[in-house]
């Protein structure tokens, strides 16, 4: 039994002026501690799926579990979502911004939990700034540290790194890899760089679009996978699945 | 030249910019009451009708040697205040109703038009037959002046509070209250701050418009009494203090505005 079962997803969009289909018959199983990203054309439904699996939307078909449990409306799962920007609350400090989900979840908030989880990012001590007084890099690690604070069973990454400056996306990719290893989560990472993919997951799963739909699944190399993102992209396998993924790709978008 | 010294210069040329601009402000203030009162006892103006500082001045001075001003100063500035507060306050509560009941919102959006497209004062007849002719009625019409617009901007300000930071709040399994109370209300405090700095303008109309109206006190009493009995001393006095009292509101609201938003 997988960790994560995704089980005849189909999901239409509804408007007034017409139906789009945005994702068809999709089934796939994902393991614990597992790394996937999703990678396709634009329009290819991977953020919607990516919400599908965070409970937010109910499909329109099929089911979707983690640990044999539906997600949708389900009040006792926990899941870590992170968006393209941080969405740190600009009114509220670092503190209680990482802090939050632990109050509405109503879980314990330990005196030190901030300042733990800070340090485990990387970060300085800032838990008493606000947002606005932080780089954008840093506020995306708050943002991890606010995800992670509640000890979600799975992570979703819905292009956390994409509106980040080339260095701070690199060293985020290389922390972000090191922790979800470390404590052994799932994750889930939509994205649109190849590189990033094959450097971090250990499978790719490949959409087309209009409906989306898996077309291809590529498995990353043991010896590949056991690097950190960034030793990852030097390695002598990454170039040739770069080259297979981004034909695949072309193909897809003509 | 080192830096210190270019910075001490800079600072110093703006202290001097500053000064300019306050003895400029100044200067059209006192030449406003100069201009006014020469006019006035040089008969340009008849001063009958335009008063004068100095009249208006003496006037001022027996009142308050008498009192009866800070009696008709507290009577309106009370109904100000509470108009303003009471505005703004149910312009809120209405506008967090709408959020909550997205149907009712539908369902509503053309009465909200056409209540806000209509003058309120219009209705000053109808809430002092309805509230007897006291201070409930002007409180009353210095409060709905202001809680339609209230109602449509806060509830516009609602809605347009980006959806990404509901959809981190949902991952946190938050119910609709916590939604309100953690991302909507916050984010809307600016827009809720600027529309206290409109109505403080508007509940000023209200009150005036409903002392004209009914009241036996008040300064908007006041402009109706001088302007009934020929006495645009009066007129003109009460029209000064009206305008030093709003001033002051205003300026109240942005300190608020200061404390309240120091995150931006």
Known sequence: MGFLIVENVSHTYFSKDAATEALQDISLTVEEGEFISFIGPSGCGKTTLLSIIAGLIRPTAGNVYIENQKVYGNKDLSIGYMLQQDYLFPWKTIEENITLGLRLLKQDVDRGIASKLLKDVGLPAVEKKYPRELSGGMRQRVALARTLAVDPKILLLDEPFSALDYQSKLKLEDLVFKMLKQYNKTAILVTHDIGEAIAMSDRIILFSPRPGRIHEIFEISEDIRRLTPFQARSHAGYSPLFQQIWKELERLEH | MNIKELHRQYKKRLAKEKRWIRFYQLLLLIGFFVLWETASSNRWIDPLIF?????????????????????????????????????????????????????????????????????????????????????????????????????????TSFRNVDANYLKVLQTFNATKWQMFKEAILPASFPTIISTLKVNVGLSWVGVIVGEFLVSSQGLGYLIIYGFQVFNFNLVLMSLLIIAVFATLMYQLVEMLEKRLIKNE
Not at chain 2, 131 to 138: A, C, F, V
Request: charged share 10%; proline share 6%.
């Open chain 2, 51 to 155: 008063s004068s500082p100095s009249r208006i001045f003496r006037l001022l001075m027996d009142m308050i040697s008498d009192g009866t001003i800070f009696i008709h100063i507290n009577y309106t500035l009370f109904e100000t205040v509470l108009g303003f507060i009471l505005g703004t306050l149910i312009g809120t509560i209405l506008a967090a109703i709408l959020w909550w009941f997205p149907t009712l919102s539908k369902i509503l959006d053309p009465y909200l038009v056409v209540l806000n497209s209509m003058p309120k004062v219009a209705l000053g007849p109808i809430l002092i037959v309805a509230l007897g002719p006291g201070m409930t009625s002007i409180i009353t019409m210095g409060a709905i002046i202001s809680v339609i617009i209230s109602t449509i901007v806060i509830y």
